[in-house]
């Protein structure tokens, strides 16, 4: 299978690629919605660019490239939540260096977008990597929120727009994968558009419990902080079960780099405070997607009312229920906002569900 025919729902954007593959400018910024396959479509260009026949999808480069093992395509590496100055002299450093066995070094740089906020400083630097590139170095920055303040980023690059995921896109991609057809269509419908969500939520089998425990949140609501409180206990200790499968495959990481440690005298691999950073950071962000797949959940039921009101014949309890949904919305929405900036998932729940339970 050709790499771009990974790229379920994204024509344009393949037809942009393969006209960009003969004679391919220094640096292509690929935005869309959360959840598009932004990072997917950087992995597959950056295989076409390499392979010989243009990312034939078979070969050993194709291969390598693929499942992140090539040596020439290098995955920028953050360590805080937004890309540091440090992160971007980094990048500045691999990028300089000589492909080592394919055409290009090609350096891929996801969620942009997490360096400009306050005045920094790595916005700067990123601009200056891609202003000096050398000869032999293209760079691949992924972007989903492609605001005003990235313009001056943007103007260096080719743009690569990518097209919103629809649940059937989703899981037609996951059936690629190999994911049971019933398994697919779930997971395609609970992940709200995001494919790595999906792809995570179809390897899950607790996802339709959480599903159903996030779904009766509205209809146990009963007007009472005791009532709200006990509701945030229970989803807590959901997205602590969630992250099980996570908690288990780092743990087994852990126990193979010490075997392996404990075999050789020389150290392989990245150092031990990378490892567990990286591993800090991958659960952090567990909790975050499990939190907002719950509020995406929760959009679909007040959604539903809303639509379920708008159907049904005018009167005073009708209209009284629509307001009710509305305001709902509003406040889910609020909380979907607030998970990018908060770290408190508690103080984000309590909050949330007092509210809900107040209307
Ligand atoms: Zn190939």
Not at 50 to 77: F, H, K, M, N, Y
Not at 144 to 162: G, W
Not at 185 to 200: C, F, I, K, P, Q
Request: net charge negative.
């Amino acid at each position: 299978m050709d790499v771009f025919e990974r790229l379920v729902g994204q024509e344009k954007a393949v037809t942009s690629l393969r006209a960009h593959l003969a004679h391919p400018v220094h640096a292509f910024l690929f935005h869309g919605p959360a959840g598009a396959n932004v990072h997917d479509a950087m992995v597959s260009f950056a295989a076409a660019l390499q392979c010989p026949e243009g990312g034939c999808g078979s070969c050993d480069v194709c291969r390598r490239v693929l499942t992140g093992a090539e040596a020439d395509v290098i995955e920028a590496q953050r360590e805080g939540v937004s890309w540091l100055i440090d992160d971007v002299h980094e990048i500045e450093r691999v990028a300089r260096r000589r492909p080592l066995a394919c055409p290009y070094v090609v350096v891929l740089i996801d969620e942009v977008e997490l360096t400009v906020g306050s005045g920094s400083p790595s916005a700067a630097a990123l601009l200056k990597t891609l202003e000096e590139p050398p000869s032999r170095t293209i760079f691949l920055l992924g972007v989903n929120d492609l605001s005003d303040e990235l313009a001056t980023i943007e103007s260096r690059c080719v743009t690569i727009p990518l097209a919103a995921l629809s649940a059937a896109d989703i899981g037609e991609i996951l059936q690629r994968e190999e994911v049971d057809p019933k398994v697919a269509t779930v997971s395609a419908d609970a992940s709200g558009g995001d494919l790595e969500r999906a792809r995570l939520l179809a390897r899950d089998p607790g996802v339709a419990s959480r599903q159903a425990l996030w779904r009766s949140v509205p209809e146990r609501l009963d007007g009472t902080a005791s009532g709200a409180m006990r509701l945030v206990d229970e989803i807590h200790a959901a997205i602590d079960d969630a992250l099980q499968p996570l908690q288990e495959r780092q743990a087994a990481e852990e126990r193979r780099r010490s075997e392996e440690s404990a075999g050789s005298r020389r150290r392989s691999g990245p150092p031990r405070a990378d490892v567990e950073r990286r591993h800090r950071r991958e659960v952090r962000r567990a909790r975050i997607d499990e939190l907002r797949f719950g509020l995406v959940t929760l959009t679909q039921v007040y959604g539903q009312r809303v639509g379920d009101a708008v159907s049904s014949p005018p009167d005073s309890r009708v209209d009284q229920r629509m307001e009710t949904s509305m305001a709902a919305l509003e406040i889910v929405e609020l909380a979907y906002r607030r998970t990018s900036t908060t770290l408190d998932e508690v103080l984000l729940l309590s909050d949330l569900l007092l509210q809900l339970g107040r209307l």
